[in-house]
């Protein structure tokens, strides 16, 4: 079964940097894009960016480029999304999902970041 | 850059009605990157309905999607209760990925 797994709650202090996961298994982590989505509470969802990790082609969001930074480790079916100073704003809920032809056919269960002083 | 704008903003409705939400594109997008995502509360939103009218797999056949240009549909034929939650349309173009803002469908 496909699966994507992400790494737990964070919570961080403004200012601070950040690297949260997304762990793929049941499918070829190489073979498909991943993506990333922010949901803050009680609002809808936005994209982030993609990743194709077969060759860590990378697309941003035009809203999110430069605020975010998208990886992959393929040895280890690992994608990443990172912050190098995160802002009270980011404080979300973040998806990882597998793409087929473009859409979104599998998530994550989530990670809720909370940037908090 | 395309716009995505659903209505009704919240829809409320009971159980065994049937539920007509819209999606309305600000301009002429494909049919085949058009798709339809549940969330229920405290999930991980699930795949409904791509390519504008396929029912992805697991969804049950009260489930459809209509549409092209720029007007799209998500119909549930028959509410069960297990349908009441967010419902978002989404598409890709011009390597964008854009979703609408959603419509809530609340118990009546």
């Known amino acids: 079964d496909v699966q994507l797994v992400q790494s737990g709650a964070e919570l961080k202090k403004p200012g601070e940097s950040l690297k949260i996961s997304c762990t793929g298994s049941?499918?070829?982590?190489?073979?498909?894009?991943i993506g990333w989505v922010r949901q803050v509470p009680g609002k809808g969802l936005e994209w982030l960016g993609v990743i194709y990790p077969g060759d860590s082609d990378i697309r941003y969001s035009p809203a999110f480029e430069g605020q975010v930074t998208i990886s992959a480790d393929k040895s280890i079916t690992t994608a990443y999304l990172q912050w190098s100073r995160l802002e009270a704003s980011d404080t979300a809920m973040y998806y990882c999902?597998?793409?087929?032809?473009?859409?979104?056919?599998?998530w994550g269960q989530g990670t809720l970041v909370t940037v908090s002083s | 850059e395309i716009v995505l704008t659903q209505s009704p903003g919240t829809l409320s409705l009971s159980p065994g009605e049937r539920a007509t939400l819209s999606c309305r594109a600000s301009?002429?997008?494909?049919?085949?990157?058009l798709a339809w995502y549940q969330q229920k509360p405290g999930q991980a939103p699930r795949l409904l309905i791509y390519a504008a009218s396929s029912r992805a797999t697991g969804i049950p056949d009260r489930f459809s999607g209509s549409g092209s240009g720029t007007d799209f549909t998500l119909t549930i034929s028959r509410l069960e209760p297990e349908d009441f939650a967010v419902y978002y349309c989404q598409h890709y173009g011009s390597s964008l990925h854009t979703f609408g803002q959603g419509t809530k469908l609340e118990i009546k």
């Open positions: 301009q002429s997008v494909s049919t085949i990157y």
């Open positions: 049941g499918y070829s982590f190489t073979s498909y894009w």
């Open positions: 999902a597998r793409l087929v032809d473009h859409l979104f056919d599998f």
